[in-house]
């Protein structure tokens, strides 16, 4: 994706260098709730056996090409921060914010910008 978002409006100034181009990925299946907790444990998988990705190493294998993963699922919006440089408030046991952006829609439209990417992808 080549588009470039706005930076006004973004939750920190941190966040602003990640409004440029970024490499998508499509799936249409939602994140069960034990999937965002395995996200949320970095390093310290909750799959069971059989539920490993192809490769062994699923989502993880993203930090390779960004420090600051990003993603939609259901109404959900999850920044993952593992150095704890770029999200607000966040540290190394709890290293990511999710948004849900139907419980939250105030947020969304108080800093449109940093949500601008996910346009489109909540139907």
Same mark, same amino acid.
């Given at each position: ?8 409006? &973004? ?18 299946? &939602? ?58 408030? &966040? ?9 849900? &952006? ?22």
């Amino acid at each position: 994706d080549e588009r470039e978002h706005g930076a006004e409006s &973004v939750v920190a100034p941190a966040m602003a260098s990640f409004q440029g181009a970024s490499l998508l990925a499509y799936n249409d299946a &939602v994140f069960s709730e034990r999937d965002f907790e395995s996200l949320r444990r970095l390093g310290d998988s909750l799959k069971r056996a059989g539920k490993t990705g192809r490769f062994g190493i699923g989502f993880n294998s993203v930090y390779h090409v960004t420090e600051l993963p990003s993603f939609a699922s259901g109404s959900k919006v999850v920044f993952l921060d593992p150095q704890c440089a770029h999200v607000p408030d &966040v540290d190394p046991a709890n290293p990511g914010r999710m948004v849900d &952006v139907v419980r939250n829609a105030g947020l969304v439209a108080r800093y449109p910008d940093q949500f601008a990417g996910f346009e489109g992808a909540f139907g």
